[in-house]
Nanobody
């Protein structure tokens, strides 16, 4: 059974930092692309950042480029999202998703993001 668990959210003032963690079990983690997504109230879900199974060419949404950094530690089955210079518009529920395809070629974000966590809330106050 695949489990995806996010942690690290919280309340922070604008300009502050948070580090989100996503731990995946039940699959060969090192073979999977992982994505961070977010959904703000009244808005559609959007991809924030993704990292391919081999770590090449991470993806960042334009709105977070230069502020967020994604990384992975395969020994810990964990992907991190370091979020700096947070803005009120970053307030959202953040979700992590793992690809059901292994070692997919040509995609940085999960080709089939079938495994999702429960999410972690990030709230940035102005």
């Amino acid at each position: 059974q695949v489990q995806v668990v996010e942690s690290g959210g919280g309340l922070v003032q604008a300009g502050g930092s948070l580090r989100l963690s996503c731990t995946v079990s039940g699959v060969t983690f090192s073979d999977r692309s992982i994505g961070w997504f977010r959904r703000a109230l009244g808005k559609e879900r959007e991809a924030v950042s993704c990292i391919a199974w081999n770590g090449d060419n991470p993806y960042y949404a334009d709105s977070v480029k230069g502020r967020f950094t994604i990384s992975r530690d395969n020994a810990k089955n964990t992907v991190y999202l370091q979020m700096n210079s947070l803005k009120p518009e970053d307030t959202a529920m953040y979700y992590c998703a793992a690809d059901s395809y292994a070692r997919i070629v040509g995609y940085t974000c999960p080709r089939a993001p079938d495994f999702w966590g429960q999410g972690t809330q990030v709230t940035v106050s102005s």
